[in-house]
């Protein structure tokens, strides 16, 4: 496939970005955004959420049971800054909070409260429980919370710090300023761990820090080489670690310009993925063993959008499908399926899954409304490419390029 015929980033005035707080019903039950992003405004559960946030149902009612020893191995994290970004664009002002327990009592859940009470709790909370709370403060986009609360936290030789250390180490990795503490952690459990799924899991991790933070790929190699010692190893959780690992390898593979290298990766993570869908999992288990299977789908979109790898528009489709059934209502799901077909060169498909990603908001949508202009320009339709330009301009007002585009459109 060719090379994307668009731009799929904007250059910014601040390169913050700026997410003005739009009007909207002020009540939260009222808001149509906030069907899409209940759990990250109160964790209240909702259908319509992306895959990523319906996670938190299952470690919120396992954190809520002092007795519970439950967990499962999620990946998917949100992205730094997202919450305060859809407090604005829902124009619920009252959410804003910098940590869980700044919100009003009012506005609590039975589940923020349980959130609560344990970040009061923290320090002593045995080293499993506090991986749920890790994990609910990254998957709210608390990450400077998360760090805060785990940044002095150091090996003590257990077990169960070890998989504490691996949450700790993943929220770290939104944090800028903390990458290389990620870094550092990843290698400790990749080198020392004496369980070799975590081992496997931090050096699949290792891998996919140094690409996507340094772009270091003699560091992503070298978090590869650390993978040798769990060869061999069985099991479910074994072959979820091994699936997510090869995926990883893949996006190494991408970047040294190796093709052919990246779709065997690719293909040993489905087959290691077929596993665990195979052995019909229940529960939380099955979300993770789907959810493994949504970000194969993506990998695989985003492939065959960036390597000049031999795919027919109908595989694009089927996997785009496939995609959009496992995370319907994911910002993120309908950005990688209207860039597959954006990269296609299915401009028309393109732009209704832009715009169906931008009319969820957040910083994300804006981007999705760029592209979908794009789109429309390609088209020869200048009236929806201004619609989409100016909907990008609504949810990010420092965006250059839209702005230049309804300036040349205004003086014809």
């Given at each position: 496939m060719s090379e994307p015929a668009i731009n799929h980033v904007y250059d910014r005035t601040d390169p913050r970005g700026d997410f003005p707080s739009l009007p909207g019903p002020g009540v939260l039950e009222h808001n149509r955004l906030a069907v899409f992003w209940r759990p990250l405004l109160?964790?209240?559960?909702?259908?319509?959420?992306?895959?990523?946030?319906?996670?938190l149902s299952?470690?919120?009612?396992?954190?809520?049971?002092?007795?519970?020893?439950?967990?499962?191995?999620?990946?998917?994290?949100?992205?730094?800054?997202?919450?305060?970004?859809?407090?604005r664009h829902t124009g619920l002002a009252q959410y804003a909070c910098k940590d869980p327990r700044d919100?009003?009592?009012?506005?609590?859940?039975?589940?923020?409260?349980?959130?609560?009470?344990?970040?009061?709790?923290f320090a002593d909370l045995p080293p499993l429980r506090r991986r749920?709370?890790?994990?609910?403060?990254?998957?709210?986009?608390?990450?400077?919370?998360?760090?805060?609360?785990?940044?002095?936290?150091?090996p003590d030789g257990t077990a169960e710090t070890d998989l504490y250390l691996y949450e700790v180490a993943r929220a770290h990795t939104g944090s800028p300023a903390y990458g290389a503490r990620a870094a550092d952690l990843f290698e400790y459990l990749a080198t020392t761990s004496a369980d070799p799924t975590l081992a496997l899991a931090a050096a699949g991790q290792g891998v996919s820090h140094a690409?996507?933070?340094?772009?270091?790929?003699?560091?992503?190699r070298k978090f590869e080489s650390y993978a040798a010692t769990a060869d061999g190893e069985v099991g479910w959780l074994h072959a979820l670690a091994r699936s997510r690992f090869h995926r990883a390898v893949a996006l190494l593979r991408l970047r040294e310009r190796d093709f052919r290298g990246m779709s065997a990766e690719i293909k040993l993570s489905v087959e290691f993925g077929e596993q665990l869908l195979a052995a019909e999992p229940t529960g939380a288990d099955r979300y993770v063993a789907v959810e493994n299977q949504r970000i194969i789908l993506e990998s695989q979109i985003k492939a065959a959008g960036r390597a000049p790898i031999d795919v027919r528009a109908e595989q694009v489709r089927l996997r785009c499908d496939q995609l959009l059934a496992i995370d319907p209502y994911c910002i993120q799901a309908r950005l990688v399926v209207a860039d597959g077909y954006s990269a296609a060169g299915m401009f028309a498909e393109a732009a209704h899954w832009y715009e169906r990603a931008g009319?969820?908001?957040?910083?994300?949508?804006?981007?999705?409304?760029?592209?979908?202009?794009?789109?429309?320009?390609?088209?020869?339709?200048?009236?929806?490419?201004?619609?989409?330009?100016?909907?990008?301009?609504?949810?990010?007002?420092?965006?250059?390029?839209?702005?230049?585009?309804?300036e040349r459109l205004e003086r014809g």
């Open positions: 109160d964790l209240h559960p909702s259908p319509y959420a992306p895959m990523r946030l319906q996670a299952y470690v919120n009612s396992w954190l809520a049971d002092p007795e519970s020893t439950d967990w499962a191995w999620f990946s998917r994290h949100s992205v730094a800054g997202l919450r305060n970004q859809v407090v919100l009003p009592e009012d506005l609590r859940t039975s589940q923020w409260q349980v959130l609560a009470e344990a970040l009061d709790n749920m709370v890790v994990f609910h403060l990254v998957q709210l986009s608390f990450y400077n919370v998360a760090v805060a609360l785990t940044a002095a936290d150091q690409i996507r933070r340094d772009r270091d790929l003699d560091i992503a009319e969820l908001g957040t910083g994300a949508g804006a981007m999705a409304w760029y592209r979908a202009g794009q789109c429309h320009d390609l088209l020869g339709r200048p009236a929806d490419a201004a619609n989409a330009m100016g909907r990008c301009l609504e949810l990010d007002t420092t965006a250059v390029q839209p702005r230049e585009y309804l």
